[in-house]
């Protein structure tokens, strides 16, 4: 089994920043992918950034040149750079992790709780 647990949310002012960060352990063999996603009220869960191994990241338009998707292979965690947030930002954040658990070519998802983040002045 493998835990996910993000950290770092919070209450952010507009223009301000936040760290997010996310901690994968258990039974890991490999990560091949590590992403951020976050869900709005009222709102379907969407795609942040995400971050595959031996391909460039991947980002939602709305967040390119605003937020900063990396990863620590030696330490399984996963973090998120958020500048110039915006009002909009404001969603529960939520990590993703495709782990292979084995020396089976099987590739599991996992997903951590949330962190809130909130935007607001």
């Known amino acids: 089994q493998v835990q996910v647990v993000e950290s770092g949310g919070g209450l952010v002012q507009p223009g301000g920043s936040l760290r997010l960060s996310c901690a994968a352990s258990?039974?890991?063999?490999?990560?091949?992918?590590m992403g951020w996603y976050r869900e709005a009220p009222g709102k379907q869960r969407e795609l942040v950034a995400r971050?595959?191994?031996?391909?460039?990241?991947n980002y939602a338009d709305s967040v390119k040149g605003r937020f900063t998707i990396s990863r620590d292979n030696t330490k399984n965690t996963l973090y998120l750079q958020m500048n110039s947030v915006k009002p909009e930002d404001t969603a529960i954040y939520f990590c993703?992790?495709?782990?292979?658990?084995?020396?089976?070519?099987?590739?599991?998802?996992?997903w951590g709780q949330g962190t809130q983040v909130t935007v607001s002045s």
């Open positions: 258990g039974s890991i063999f490999r990560i091949y992918a």
């Open positions: 971050s595959t191994d031996g391909r460039s990241p």
């Open positions: 993703n992790m495709e782990v292979q658990t084995s020396g089976l070519p099987v590739r599991y998802s996992y």
